[in-house]
């Protein structure tokens, strides 16, 4: 093993479980939390940030550390069964992960556009039975669209060349299975049309959603500036610019990290050329650094498992 494939490796390792230990603190702190509270039931945006550490856990520990694996070295091979499973399990993953990330951003833009409303026991119950009809949709709707996986993926020997790459699920012949389609018109059609559902469409979503709630926070501010005590303008100024500070980091994390794998597998489909390693060395870093830290991203952002999570540390 070279020194600079080495220090790759080093470096994704730290990444891949620095994300797993970040997941697990949170799902962790969140029930810790609620075993403390007198309802015992998780808040619905706690609820939304355990189902995101999950599935971005279940992805980190199934994809992401064979990744570091086989970096490693090691040569770890499946049989084609069970090449079909984990690779319905990757897609799957990564496309829930997308889509509760942005269930988490419409719910914090319609929680700002309604926060001037009272909420009773019966609403906040209400509230949490449709956002687990939601959830249960997200994977469900993601696990019957990962289902292509089971016929058009197989297992391979050797050193094999990936015809076609998609990026809901590895970016290279991973535990010896790779996506393999009756023709390349076929999988041309499968990869633009996952690109497109679980890639590009919650990414829209998620910038229009977070620009409404940017949009929301200012009116609110300028509100509050006009109608409030200097005590309640300092307290609600506070909360709001840390929302939306929140907001901002966890959309940028999310962009950015698509971007460059975006780039990467479009430019190993089509091109080819001599960037295409380098690009998906990127990628693999980008995907992880996703995965594993926008749970912690947003649990940062949230006060009171920030302050547990702090507490936990120094404690």
């Known amino acids: 093993m070279s020194k600079v494939f080495t220090v790759e490796a080093i470096l994704f390792g730290l990444l ?9 603190l949170v799902i962790y ?20 940030l355990v189902h995101l550490s999950l599935a971005n856990l279940l992805s980190s520990l199934f994809r992401t550390v064979p990744i570091f694996v ?3 070295g090691l040569d770890l091979s499946l049989s084609s069964g069970w090449c079909r499973v984990f690779m319905l399990l990757w897609v799957w993953w990564r496309a829930v992960g997308c889509w509760v990330t942005l269930t ?19 609403t906040v ?11 249960g949709v997200v994977w469900g709707a993601n696990l019957a669209f990962s289902v292509p996986a089971l016929v058009y993926s197989t297992h391979v020997k050797g050193n094999a060349t990936v015809e076609l790459m998609v990026i809901s699920s590895t970016t290279r012949p991973l535990l010896g299975c790779v996506w393999e389609f009756p023709s390349e018109e076929q999988g041309l059609v499968f990869t633009s049309t996952s690109l ?28 509050v500036a006009s109608g ?14 840390k929302a939306a500070r929140v907001i901002i980091s966890l959309v940028l994390l999310f962009v950015v990290c698509w971007v460059l794998q975006v780039a990467a597998v479009t430019y190993y489909n089509h091109n080819r050329g001599h960037h295409v ?21 947003v649990a940062l952002g949230h006060g009171k498992l920030r302050r547990k999570i702090i507490s936990m540390m120094l404690g």
């Open 104 to 122: 988490l951003s419409v719910f914090q833009c319609t929680t700002l556009r309604r926060q001037n409303v009272a909420f009773g026991p019966i």
């Open 277 to 297: 390693e380098g690009l998906l060395t990127v990628s693999h870093f980008s995907s992880s650094l996703f995965v594993g830290f926008s749970p912690l991203v």
């Open 29 to 48: 702190v969140v029930f810790q939390s609620v075993t403390k509270t007198p309802p015992r039931r998780l808040p619905p945006s706690d609820l939304i």
């Open 196 to 223: 497109a559902v679980n890639e590009v469409l919650p990414l829209v979503l998620m910038v229009c959603t977070n620009v409404a709630t940017l949009h929301a926070l200012a009116k609110h501010i300028r509100a």
């Open 16 to 24: 891949v479980f620095s994300g797993i230990l970040g997941n697990i």
């Open 70 to 72: 086989s970096d490693l």
């Open 125 to 135: 119950q209400r509230e949490r039975r449709r956002l687990w009809v939601v959830l």
């Open 228 to 241: 409030g005590t200097h005590t309640e303008l300092d307290k609600h100024l506070s909360s709001e610019r």
